[in-house]
């Protein structure tokens, strides 16, 4: 017989007295019970090496022959993600987790390699983690290895969920310099990831003379394909920039000298950065002035993203956010007090009151049709 146990089909059958139990790494039936055909036919003819386990490979051998490349073809377009993960493989083949067998990695190691880089930043830390999780994700997707292991990451690491009130949001776009005014203000007008806002092309961008569409098309999945409406002051900024560049028909919306020929996350750290340090200059000459909290750029669209929830329920909000799962879109709603009881009384509202005979009063008060004779109603007996 074969049975499913977590992604795989297992194989359970007797033999000469004994029960085998043996995984086929088949996640289809029809192909577990080939493969436990073949089980038995190789028991059969004396081969009781084919119930060995094949040994898992190290970490090392696994990052080496099977990690490194796939990222180097799967993230050719995303240098950044890219570089995330060789920097994670890199230093976690310079620690001791890195000669243990996949199947021998737990959570008690990777806290190990948390202790052995203690002097680090714990977002440096959790590169590498991040890169280990990916890593035996792939190792447990290709069959190399039975189950994954739970890997937590190391705490302290800096949020980037800070929101902007209305107030901040104004007086930082009025210190942006050019061009990352403008990707500021798409950013707060659409929520969209920075990686999407730099890698953003006229092809995808329409402008009809008061508004427009900005198609996403690439991301972090297949939920990132998505169509977003322009509010004023996103439309405004394009225009603004479409005029600039001569009104072309293709090309990046945010170019640069960079290799990629787009604005990249290094250059938009460094307008992010002269931004806050202008607000800084603007406060210390006037300390009545606003203060506006130094924070992550990323910041931006989580500011756009919570200002959107009060507008929409979290299924819309998770397709303008471009989730895949509707769990990280809850991360931006913020139900209050006031708006949980406003949501009862709207409730309150709207009900019906049925009468015996099973008709809602309000829907034939607005028909003009009479009340029914609750005589004709069926009661008991």
């Known amino acids: 017989?074969?049975?499913?146990k977590g992604r795989y089909y297992m194989?359970?059958?007797?033999?000469?007295?004994?029960v085998i139990r043996k995984s086929t790494r088949a996640t289809e039936a029809k192909i577990a019970r080939a493969i436990e055909g073949k089980i038995r036919s190789e028991l059969a003819r004396g081969n009781w090496g084919i119930l060995e386990a094949t040994p898992a490979p190290t970490l090392a051998e696994f990052l080496k022959r099977d990690f490194l490349p796939y990222s180097e073809s799967k993230f050719r377009d995303k240098l950044g993600t890219l570089q995330y993960y060789c920097d994670g493989a890199k230093r976690l083949l310079a620690s001791q987790i890195a000669s243990l067998r996949l199947s021998e990695i737990t959570d008690q190691n990777a806290r190990q390699f948390e202790s052995r880089w203690a002097a680090l930043s714990p977002s440096t830390i959790n590169c590498g983690l991040r890169t280990l999780r990916r890593a035996l994700s792939l190792a447990t997707e290709w069959g190399t290895i039975d189950r994954m292991p739970k890997i937590a990451l190391a705490r302290g690491e800096r949020q980037r969920e800070r929101v902007l009130n209305r107030a901040e949001a104004e007086a930082y776009l009025a210190a942006c310099p050019q061009p990352w005014r403008h990707v500021a203000t798409v950013m707060l007008g659409t929520g969209m990831r920075p990686g999407e806002l730099y890698r953003l092309?006229?092809?995808?961008?329409?402008?009809?003379?008061?508004?427009?569409?900005?198609?996403v098309t690439q991301g972090k999945s297949?939920?990132?394909?998505?169509?977003?409406?322009?509010?004023?002051?996103?439309?405004?900024?394009?225009?603004?920039?479409?005029?600039?560049?001569?009104?072309?028909?293709?090309?990046?919306?945010?170019?640069?000298?960079?290799?990629?020929?787009?604005?990249e996350e290094s250059s938009a750290k460094k307008w992010h950065a002269k931004a806050l340090a202008t607000l800084g200059d603007a406060r210390k000459k006037n300390p009545d002035s606003l203060e506006v909290k130094p924070f992550?750029?990323?910041?931006?669209?989580?500011t756009a993203l919570t200002w959107l929830a009060p507008n929409c329920d979290a299924f819309t909000l998770a397709r303008i956010a471009g989730h895949s799962s509707i769990t990280i879109t809850q991360r931006y709603c913020h139900p209050q007090a006031d708006a949980v009881e406003a949501a009862f009384q709207r409730l309150a509202e709207r009900r019906e009151v049925v009468t015996e005979g099973g008709h809602p009063q309000k829907q034939l008060a607005?028909?003009?049709e009479a009340e029914p004779d609750s005589s004709l109603c069926l009661t008991e007996g």
């Open 1 to 4: 017989m074969i049975y499913k």
């Open 11 to 18: 194989a359970k059958f007797t033999w000469q007295g004994k």
């Open 201 to 215: 092309r006229w092809e995808h961008v329409l402008l009809n003379g008061h508004g427009g569409l900005i198609q």
């Open 222 to 263: 297949k939920a990132a394909r998505r169509l977003l409406p322009m509010l004023t002051e996103v439309y405004q900024a394009l225009k603004a920039r479409h005029d600039s560049q001569g009104s072309p028909a293709e090309g990046w919306v945010f170019p640069t000298g960079s290799a990629s020929g787009h604005m």
């Open 296 to 302: 992550e750029p990323y910041c931006l669209r989580h």
């Open 366 to 368: 607005a028909s003009g």
